[in-house]
């Protein structure tokens, strides 16, 4: 698996984890159609870049990471590599942290209180189950921890066990999307 930093890479050479769930058909965001065209450059991708719930969420990363932390008594790492599939060099991720486990990893999130429901009992928004999924495969993990905290006043904390099945999946997936559609446009 080789390993490089996020800043060098330029995301419409790759599938990333946030794009995984747009090839599946379980992204609310975004279409099959809509990563098609920015992956083959006939669109711009969207400029997130002064998005202030995008800063915000940046921001409130670290809080997020910590108050799990607190919460689970699980101790966390940064880590800033991107992760590639051992074939197809175009599959990427890059994850939130590492949990100081051996076996996990974790990603935070946040988002409004209009998504609550989203997130009650067992709930996990599908487009961040595939994310969490994608980021296990590529970093050879057995458990996934999601986090995130729901209109700046309640924190959930979720784990998902890593699902080969569905990973395999996944990666057949992404590999039809690049190779008949993205690289053939």
């Known amino acids: 698996m080789s390993q490089t930093t996020l800043e060098t890479l330029d995301r419409t050479k790759l599938i990333g984890g946030s794009d995984i769930s747009a090839i599946m058909g379980l992204n609310p965001w975004k279409s099959a159609l809509q990563l098609w065209l920015e992956k083959t450059g006939k669109v711009p991708p969207p400029d997130l870049s002064n998005v202030e719930r995008v800063e915000i969420g940046i921001e409130l990363e670290e809080f997020v990471s910590r108050k799990f932390e607190r919460k689970t008594g699980l101790k966390l790492r940064r880590d800033n590599r991107t992760l590639r599939h051992p074939i197809y060099d175009y599959m990427a991720g890059h994850i939130d942290r590492m949990v100081l486990d051996g076996e996990s990893i974790f990603e935070a999130k946040t988002t409004s209180a209009w998504m ?32 995130v905290l729901i209109g700046g006043q309640k924190f959930v904390w979720k784990e998902i066990r890593f699902d080969e099945e569905l990973f395999q999946k996944m990666v057949e997936s992404a590999r039809v999307f690049w190779e008949n559609f993205v690289l053939l446009d």
């Open 116 to 147: 609550e429901k989203e997130w009650e009992a067992e709930e996990i928004p599908q487009a961040y189950i595939l994310q969490l999924m994608w980021y296990m495969g590529l970093a050879k993990r057995d458990r996934g921890f999601i986090a």
